[in-house]
């Protein structure tokens, strides 16, 4: 072992050497692959700003910080930077007021889809920048903003939005690359790409990077919700998993936007179940492009057929043609498509099969993540479309520019770093793992059910996302217990995508439901004290009505309830 570590020195130092004769011949983009790569400088410190927010119909007084926390080895020694904004309402007592913490997923999103989306105090015309790209993208005051019911903290996880590793070695790398290979993820100790790309190394940092948060902030009392999308939906779980089993914080409801429970479903086999839990959205889909109204109802035969006659003749298999001919003639009736296309593929139709037939014809291409959002083809004739989801890609500009402009025109924070929305580099280097099983976090969701009888989760979705359908996270809650209450496990899904926040409509209705969800929260949490007060009544103190108006935003700054469908 010993002579294979001085032979591997030596071809280090020949080729450190080499590179140095020839570095003025070779590209420039291979000169600085062949580096090791260092983070230069480190993150300013955090900035305090004050915030006078005029809504048609209230005003708030709050705080934004900008800045980030390091993420430490057992040693104390830093290995990244995680980067956050956090947004406090005014007057508030700090042990009382909610506060909610935000992450979007990827791997490798930051949190600004759901940031300068839905629930920060400012927003985007999301599907206005998506259709124009190139034009400028103004931050307007978001009246459906949660500031008015609960604090905020938008979190970017490493390697996504201005949160970096502090230094990555090239003999880090070198690790890096062998453990991917392996699906091994990295040490604590040691971090690097290989710890904090890593389905543990990220519930890990973040499950910390929450810790202090709370630690530094005197949070400690607050009723602590969480927020996740698309992958940071799978997060959830196992972030509330590890807070609770691991660092001693309950979290009191967790909020999972268009998630993916179970990994199972999307292998590359593709089993009959994935089909059952999309063909609904594919049904939706087809009745909002011919212009009907999208509801449950209008949508529950189909469900019934998806988890009834459909899985059963998928089950029985192409050799049974009288199976097939059942199904082609329903799906074809379902989605729109010719029966001949439906037998085609046995059936089986995936989102992108949808997507080309209905749309490639016309020259067109749509979104995944909103059927409904089309965009014109610019291979038209290539027997593969090979173009980028017109949604998530024309918003990449958009996105990162609103931010940059949140940063430094209201927020006064300014780096040299790079901002990364969505990291491509993040998402291709994820490490899986190398259990034959794919990951999944019902496991964990079942668990912290268990553990506290008065957590709630809520999971909403968007009604044409053909990338995470609303039908297959059914499927998945449908199979947790009963847990007593029926109401602390809901399902609610809006029109729209995978990002259904960006129609007004569903916006507002979020909102609602979210404001709800705390309500609850907090009547409860009130009803707790008011139980211990009876209990102790040598304390002199007043009791609290559990049926009062909770005090967690002022009452000059009312929310605006609206019904609740969960």
């Known amino acids: 072992m010993a002579d294979r570590k001085s032979f591997v020195s030596i071809l280090r130092a020949v080729a450190v ?19 090791p790569t260092e983070v230069s400088t480190r993150l300013p410190p ?5 915030h006078v927010l005029e809504l048609p119909d209230r005003t708030l007084r709050f705080k934004a910080t900008a800045g980030s926390i390091p993420i430490t ?33 990827g791997p490798g999103a930051s949190s600004a889809w759901l940031h300068i989306g839905s629930l920060g105090p400012w927003r985007i015309d999301m599907e206005k920048a998506a259709s124009s ?27 996504t939005g201005f949160s970096q590793m502090v230094a990555e070695g090239s003999d880090a790398s070198e690790e890096d690359r062998d453990r991917r290979r392996t699906g091994r993820s990295g040490s604590r100790e040691d971090g690097g790409p290989s710890y904090f790309w890593s389905l543990e190394g990220d519930i890990e940092s973040i499950s910390e990077f929450i810790q202090k948060w709370v630690y530094k902030n005197d949070r400690l009392t607050s009723p602590k919700l969480f927020v996740g ?23 009191n409801a967790l909020i999972l936007v268009s998630p993916v429970l179970d990994f199972a479903s999307r292998r590359h086999s593709y089993p009959p179940l994935a089909y059952v839990g999309l063909l609904p959205s594919l049904a939706a889909a087809e009745m909002e492009r011919h212009g009907k109204e999208i509801t449950r109802e209008a949508l ?7 988890r009834g006659d459909y899985l059963r003749d998928l089950m029985r298999g192409p050799r049974d043609r009288a199976a097939m001919d059942r199904i082609a003639s329903k799906v074809a009736e379902i989605t729109g498509l010719p029966e ?18 209905v749309n490639r014809p016309k020259g067109r291409i749509a979104s995944l993540y909103d059927a409904s959002i089309t965009a014109l083809d610019p291979e038209p004739h290539a027997q593969r479309a090979r173009y980028r989801d017109p949604f998530t890609t024309a918003l990449k500009a958009p996105l990162t520019s609103a931010m940059l402009q949140l940063y430094t025109s209201k927020l006064n924070y300014r780096t040299d770093r790079s901002y990364e929305d969505l990291s491509g580099r993040v998402n ?18 079942r668990e912290i059910l268990a553990l506290d009888e008065r957590l709630r989760v809520l999971v909403v979705h968007g009604f044409t996302d053909l990338v995470t359908p609303y039908f297959a996270s059914e499927l998945v809650l449908d199979q947790l217990p009963a847990y007593g209450d029926r109401q602390r496990v809901t399902s609610i899904v809006y029109p729209g995508g995978h990002m259904f926040y960006s129609r007004d409509g569903s916006r507002k209705a979020f909102r609602e439901d979210a404001f709800n969800l705390v309500e609850r929260i907090i009547v409860e949490a009130n009803a707790i004290k008011l139980e211990d007060k009876i209990e102790s009544p040598e304390q002199d103190t007043a009791p609290t009505d559990p049926t009062a108006q909770p005090d967690h935003r002022p009452a000059e700054q009312p929310a605006q309830p609206g019904p609740n469908r969960s």
């Open 17 to 35: 050497a080499v590179t140095v004769v020839v570095a003025g011949s070779v590209p420039a983009t291979l000169a600085q692959e062949a580096k």
């Open 46 to 50: 955090d900035v305090v700003t004050e």
């Open 73 to 105: 080895n057992s040693k104390g020694k830093v290995l990244a930077e995680m980067g956050y904004i956090s947004y406090t309402l005014d007057g508030m007592r700090a042990g009382q007021r909610p506060v909610t913490f935000v992450l979007n997923g």
């Open 133 to 159: 790209p190139s034009a400028p993208v103004p931050l307007l005051p978001n009246a459906e903003t949660w500031l008015d019911f609960t604090d905020l903290v938008f979190i970017d996880p490493v390697g």
């Open 229 to 251: 999308e698309s992958y940071g939906g799978f997060r959830g779980p196992k972030i509330a998993h590890s807070l609770q089993t691991e660092r001693g914080i309950a979290l």
């Open 300 to 306: 529950r035969d189909v469900e019934e057929y998806a």
């Open 340 to 357: 001949e296309t439906v037998r085609r593929y046995g059936g089986r139709i995936s989102g992108s099969i949808y997507s080309d037939e």
């Open 428 to 445: 291709r280097n994820w490490i899986w793992g190398n259990s034959p099983t794919p990951p999944e976090s019902v496991s964990e969701l």
